[in-house]
């Protein structure tokens, strides 16, 4: 086990380590299920004990029998261990092992096959047996489920959350929204000072936060600051309750649970507050709450609603936010076209003469430009995506038995497709470590080279219903940042930072900086 991890820790899934595992020597290596000292005493061993040897890697190297998904050997409690808390390792770490399109593995009682290459991505994602619902609940957890404290819960019925989403972020609601948003941009930066330095994977998620609870919630809760704070530590506590112990043995009575359910039952009481008082207002509001309460849903539902939008909003947005942010400080040249694009929005719809705040004169840009103009920052965003989201899509098969890639995926299967498949694939994207947004310029096309080779929205069933909301809650945040601000990025000591950091794949929650931590130093030069 210890060899296999450290082969792990050190692999990257580019296209050539896979061409790699194909040579001989690696193969035994990788295959052989002892140790390196072992082997060599397997060697000197006897003529019958080579033999055997020769017979067991055959078995292990022979093609499968068809409709075989080979399954990891192992104490099953250790590998699904891995599975949670080093994710992206675990996954990428086994198929180095072999050319095989699969792997199948336990997680306690349930059977779990890994999935990559192209059919298995299409079928991953186009499968109606394929439930999106079921493969997160049980192995990602984060999202509290309301079933949990004894409240009915909608949270599962996607269809019914995507009506909502819809009905609440089309661009005539996003438009009304703007200023509200920015104001809430200025007055988090405000905060900041006028230099100084910080955590941008501190400042920017809660900025976000507030965003996101704003767009779905109703304004007494976004501009209250302490209830705010309150319910943004609960959600954290939430997101972080999704331990390996918690979510391998859901039924024990350990702290992680105890934690979970209070925090659950806290965050659905301040909510519920908050959706009553807006029941019981004389005058309706255009918020969030407001427009549900019109719609006719009940206090549960719409609390059960916004927790669905904070959960499925915050994380990913927060990412690549700072992710933008953070790739734009590191490469000067992708700051200044960006800045420029900016810069030309401004001058174009304002009159940079009055003496208007930035926050007020960003919010004169109509969003039909936020969403159509932008093609520089539209680049960044989507190869900053391409580059940080590489966690793990996943499902349970619920229907029928399932042939992928020549493997047989049973009903009740949980199916997992790293997308780092595709976004760090470098038969698809050239160099793909390499942050250059102009890879999907027209005549390079990167994205268009293989089946659903840009994951970024998601693809087939389920695409993203937030990305519009998404995109314009992080180009606000970025122009405020690049418009309002010089900035750069630093380390802990306040000196430019050796390298260009890099998402740790393996951190689920937050995809921070592997190893050292990187700060911005900012000068704020428009008010
Ligand atoms: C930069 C931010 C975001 C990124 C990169 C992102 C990415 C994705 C991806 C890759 C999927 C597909 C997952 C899968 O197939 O397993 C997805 C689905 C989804 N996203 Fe997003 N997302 C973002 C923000 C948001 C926001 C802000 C919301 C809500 C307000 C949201 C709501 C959803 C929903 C509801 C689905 C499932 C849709 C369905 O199953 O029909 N997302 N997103």
């Given at each position: 086990m210890g060899q296999s991890l450290r082969l792990v820790t050190a692999w990257r899934p580019q296209g050539s380590s896979r061409k790699a595992a194909t040579a001989v020597p690696s193969i035994l290596r990788d295959f052989s299920p002892v140790g390196a000292g072992e082997l060599d005493l397997l060697r000197s061993a006897s003529t019958v004990s080579a033999v055997l040897l020769a017979i067991y890697v055959y078995r292990l190297l022979a093609p499968s029998a068809k409709g075989s998904i080979k399954q990891l050997g192992g104490i099953p409690i250790i590998t699904a261990w891995t599975f949670f808390t080093k994710r992206y390792d675990f996954l990428w770490g086994h198929f180095k092992k072999s050319t095989d399109p699969h792997f199948r593995f336990q997680v306690l009682q349930h059977q779990v096959v890994a999935l990559r290459g192209e059919e298995a991505r299409k079928a991953f994602f186009d499968t109606k047996s394929l439930d999106f619902i079921e493969g997160y609940k049980i192995l990602m957890g984060g999202a509290p489920r309301l079933n949990d404290i004894d409240v009915s819960d909608k949270g599962g019925d996607v269809p019914w959350f995507n009506k909502q989403l819809l009905s609440l972020l089309n661009r005539k609601r996003l438009t009304d929204a703007l200023p509200t948003l920015l104001d809430d941009i200025n007055n988090r930066m405000l905060g900041w000072g006028k230099t100084g330095s910080f955590d941008p994977f501190k400042n920017i998620y809660d900025l976000v936060f507030q965003m996101t609870v704003r767009m779905a919630s109703c304004a007494e809760l976004a501009q209250d600051m302490e209830v705010l704070n309150e319910v943004q530590k609960l959600y954290w506590t939430l997101e972080k309750s999704a331990t390996p112990t918690a979510l391998l043995l859901p039924w024990f009575p350990g702290p992680a649970k105890k934690a979970k359910e209070a925090a659950t039952k806290e965050l659905f009481m301040k909510l519920y507050g908050y959706v009553e008082l807006r029941r019981n207002a004389e005058v309706p509001s255009s918020d969030a709450i407001d427009v549900l309460i019109g719609q006719g849903l009940s206090s549960q539902e719409i609390v059960g609603f916004v927790l669905g939008v904070v959960f499925a909003g915050v994380i990913n947005t927060g990412i690549n936010a700072c992710w933008a942010l953070v790739y734009l400080a590191s490469h000067k040249d992708w700051k200044a076209k960006a800045k420029a694009e900016v810069d030309a929005l401004i001058e174009k719809h304002?009159?940079?003469?009055?003496?208007?705040?930035l926050a007020k004169r960003l919010a004169a840009i109509p969003v039909s430009v936020w969403d159509d103009e932008m093609p520089v920052m539209e680049a960044v965003i989507r190869e900053t995506i391409r580059m940080t989201l590489t966690g793990t899509a996943l499902r349970r098969n619920l229907i029928e038995e399932l042939t992928v890639a020549n493997g047989t995926i049973q009903k009740g299967d949980f199916v997992a497709y790293s997308i780092a498949d595709v976004h760090l694939n470098d038969e698809i994207y050239s160099d793909p470590y390499t942050f250059d947004?102009?890879?999907?310029?027209a005549g390079r096309e990167e994205d268009k080279k293989a089946t659903f080779a840009y994951m970024g929205w998601g693809a087939?069933?389920?695409?993203?219903?937030g990305m519009k909301v998404a995109k314009l809650e992080i180009k606000v945040i970025v122009a405020m940042m690049l418009a309002g601000f010089d900035f750069d990025i630093v380390d802990k000591a306040g000196k430019p930072m050796a390298k260009i950091p890099v998402p740790?794949?393996?951190?689920?929650q937050q995809s921070r900086p592997l190893g050292e931590p990187c700060y911005f130093k900012f000068k704020r030069i428009v008010d």
């Amino acid at each position: 086990m210890g060899q296999s991890l450290r082969l792990v820790t050190a692999w990257r899934p580019q296209g050539s380590s896979r061409k790699a595992a194909t040579a001989v020597p690696s193969i035994l290596r990788d295959f052989s299920p002892v140790g390196a000292g072992e082997l060599d005493l397997l060697r000197s061993a006897s003529t019958v004990s080579a033999v055997l040897l020769a017979i067991y890697v055959y078995r292990l190297l022979a093609p499968s029998a068809k409709g075989s998904i080979k399954q990891l050997g192992g104490i099953p409690i250790i590998t699904a261990w891995t599975f949670f808390t080093k994710r992206y390792d675990f996954l990428w770490g086994h198929f180095k092992k072999s050319t095989d399109p699969h792997f199948r593995f336990q997680v306690l009682q349930h059977q779990v096959v890994a999935l990559r290459g192209e059919e298995a991505r299409k079928a991953f994602f186009d499968t109606k047996s394929l439930d999106f619902i079921e493969g997160y609940k049980i192995l990602m957890g984060g999202a509290p489920r309301l079933n949990d404290i004894d409240v009915s819960d909608k949270g599962g019925d996607v269809p019914w959350f995507n009506k909502q989403l819809l009905s609440l972020l089309n661009r005539k609601r996003l438009t009304d929204a703007l200023p509200t948003l920015l104001d809430d941009i200025n007055n988090r930066m405000l905060g900041w000072g006028k230099t100084g330095s910080f955590d941008p994977f501190k400042n920017i998620y809660d900025l976000v936060f507030q965003m996101t609870v704003r767009m779905a919630s109703c304004a007494e809760l976004a501009q209250d600051m302490e209830v705010l704070n309150e319910v943004q530590k609960l959600y954290w506590t939430l997101e972080k309750s999704a331990t390996p112990t918690a979510l391998l043995l859901p039924w024990f009575p350990g702290p992680a649970k105890k934690a979970k359910e209070a925090a659950t039952k806290e965050l659905f009481m301040k909510l519920y507050g908050y959706v009553e008082l807006r029941r019981n207002a004389e005058v309706p509001s255009s918020d969030a709450i407001d427009v549900l309460i019109g719609q006719g849903l009940s206090s549960q539902e719409i609390v059960g609603f916004v927790l669905g939008v904070v959960f499925a909003g915050v994380i990913n947005t927060g990412i690549n936010a700072c992710w933008a942010l953070v790739y734009l400080a590191s490469h000067k040249d992708w700051k200044a076209k960006a800045k420029a694009e900016v810069d030309a929005l401004i001058e174009k719809h304002t009159n940079t003469s009055s003496p208007e705040i930035l926050a007020k004169r960003l919010a004169a840009i109509p969003v039909s430009v936020w969403d159509d103009e932008m093609p520089v920052m539209e680049a960044v965003i989507r190869e900053t995506i391409r580059m940080t989201l590489t966690g793990t899509a996943l499902r349970r098969n619920l229907i029928e038995e399932l042939t992928v890639a020549n493997g047989t995926i049973q009903k009740g299967d949980f199916v997992a497709y790293s997308i780092a498949d595709v976004h760090l694939n470098d038969e698809i994207y050239s160099d793909p470590y390499t942050f250059d947004p102009t890879r999907f310029d027209a005549g390079r096309e990167e994205d268009k080279k293989a089946t659903f080779a840009y994951m970024g929205w998601g693809a087939g069933r389920h695409p993203c219903t937030g990305m519009k909301v998404a995109k314009l809650e992080i180009k606000v945040i970025v122009a405020m940042m690049l418009a309002g601000f010089d900035f750069d990025i630093v380390d802990k000591a306040g000196k430019p930072m050796a390298k260009i950091p890099v998402p740790d794949r393996n951190d689920i929650q937050q995809s921070r900086p592997l190893g050292e931590p990187c700060y911005f130093k900012f000068k704020r030069i428009v008010d």
